[in-house]
């Protein structure tokens, strides 16, 4: 299985673009390397999940690349 097919996989979109697939890859996830938490199949596969909830949430790309979907509204009131 090439890595595009299991981010593929992962977000449940068997029919998304390869280059879609590629900017998640690269743009939400630490692939290739920057992986601490253990194995390294493990970690892709919370990163992807975890971009899988914020794409649906409507981030994009780059708002998860930043963290920008980890920054939580004010309280007010």
């Known amino acids: 299985m090439r890595v595009l097919d299991y981010v593929k996989y992962i977000l449940a979109d068997p029919e998304m673009p390869d280059d879609f697939a590629d ?26 999940r975890h971009a899988k909830r914020s794409l649906a949430r409507g981030f994009t790309i780059d708002q998860i690349h930043m963290g920008e979907d980890k920054i939580l509204p004010r309280r007010t009131g």
């Open 23 to 48: 900017a998640v890859l690269w743009g939400c996830t630490g692939y290739p390397s920057f992986w601490i938490e253990g194995p390294p199949i493990k970690c892709l596969t919370k990163q992807l």
